[in-house]
């Protein structure tokens, strides 16, 4: 989290969007990018209604709203607003608090809440950039007793495993993924979703890892008892996490959105280009996700 992000100051953010007409059409550009498609038949001609950039399909007559089918729709709250959270999540470099976002937008701080979890969810890792050349795989416990028996979790502790891609001294990207066990029947759709199966992988001598070599053909295990010195970008990269987790964040339960966030702000911070279009972007594409599907964690 060194680097500073690439973004949009606060007067070309101002400029950009000064009403929620201005975020709409936005919307609409990044929706309707490749033109209309009915989502309910599939026909590709359309017709504008009375409401202002919702297109009709011209075979089946559904209205197709710009937020429909976004992590927009349904949002009670001016979607400029919306817009501003956003903002503020990914121009601060740790993220913002939803006690702050409620002062400074005038919106209730639940509502703040769960709309922030919405832009976390859209930070939820593609699994389209895997983890390539020298990795690094362990994993750490948050919450509760940091000592105890490998391989279980009990009610307070959380179990999380991650992978670090080496570069240089440093770290260059990372995935991490709450588990319930240190198995490898827990590893493997993790391996599978973010590590590229030509990586060169190192992991500890735990035995829940020996399977995946399989599947895993560079996977060496190195049986450490000074794993601080072996592992010390691995180590450094948890401690990075867990004070960013007790800065700012307070609901353990939701440790999963946590995670994405964290490592997306993480991986971005690599990346070049923008974090506000890439965000709204993904908000776009996302499914939308009903208020159960978030607080069902
Ligand atoms: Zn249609």
């Known amino acids: ?37 009915c989502p309910k038949c599939g026909h590709t001609k359309y017709c504008n209604t009375k409401v202002e950039l919702s297109r009709k399909c011209t075979k089946c007559t559904h209205t197709e709203s710009v937020t429909a089918g976004t992590l927009f729709h349904q949002v009670k709250f001016p979607i400029l607003k ?20 409620s002062r400074k937008l005038e919106l209730r701080q ?6 922030k979890m919405k832009v976390m969810q859209a ?10 050349g020298n990795v690094e795989v362990d994993e750490f416990v948050v919450g509760g007793q940091e000592e105890g028996v490998r391989g279980r979790k009990n009610d307070k502790k959380k179990l999380v495993v991650v992978a670090i891609e080496r570069k240089g001294k440093g770290v260059s990207r990372a ?21 590229s199966k030509e990586a060169n992988i190192r992991t ?8 995946l070599k399989e ?20 180590h450094r990269w948890i401690m990075g ?10 609901h353990s339960k939701h440790l999963r959105y946590y995670l994405d966030e964290y490592c997306y702000r993480y991986n971005r911070s690599v990346m070049d280009g923008a974090i506000f279009e890439s965000l709204i972007t993904r908000m776009v594409k996302a499914k939308p996700a009903p208020y159960l599907t978030i607080i069902g964690y």
């Open 204 to 211: 500890d001598g735990w035995k829940g890892y020996s399977p």
């Open 215 to 234: 599947e895993f053909a560079n996977l060496t295990q190195e049986k450490s008892g000074k794993k601080g010195e072996n592992f010390n970008p691995m």
């Open 241 to 250: 996490f867990k004070s960013w987790l007790r800065g700012i964040h307070h």
């Open 123 to 132: 930070m939820k890792s593609s699994g389209k950039f895997l983890l390539e």
């Open 110 to 115: 639940k509502t703040c809440w769960l709309f």
């Open 82 to 101: 919306a817009f501003w959270i956003v903002y503020y999540l990914s121009t601060n470099k740790k993220g913002i608090a939803s006690t702050e976002l």
């Open 1 to 37: 989290m060194e680097k500073a992000f690439k973004s949009l100051s606060i007067f070309e953010f101002q400029d950009q969007f000064p009403d929620d007409k201005s975020c709409r059409k936005y919307l609409a550009e990044i929706k309707w990018k490749n033109g209309f498609k």
């Open 175 to 195: 995935y991490a993924k709450e588990i319930t066990a240190s198995s490898s029947k827990n590893f493997k759709p993790f391996f599978e979703a973010n590590i």
